[in-house]
């Protein structure tokens, strides 16, 4: 199956989320989180979030990130 365009950054949302879990302790669970690619054709602009699929509480030492469903994380932005 080709990759769509998105793939790859959908799959940058679960590594960012990977990460934050081996480096900081956390507990995110990626099975919680879609995907949404906006776009901005005037100003050539898009950006990717991690949605939150249903409240939810994250955690890591010293923290603790309540989520609303539908809340979002954006995790990355690009200009052209």
Do not use: C
């Amino acid at each position: 199956m080709p990759l769509t365009m998105t793939q790859p950054l959908r799959q940058s949302q679960f590594n960012m989320l990977a990460r934050i879990n081996r480096e900081l302790n956390g507990d995110f669970d990626s099975k919680n989180f879609g995907h949404r690619a906006l776009d901005n054709r005037e100003r050539t602009a898009s950006r990717m979030q991690s949605v939150s699929k249903s409240v939810r509480r994250s955690a890591w030492p010293e923290s603790t990130v309540e989520f609303r469903r539908g809340e979002t994380i954006p995790h990355r932005n690009s200009y052209k």
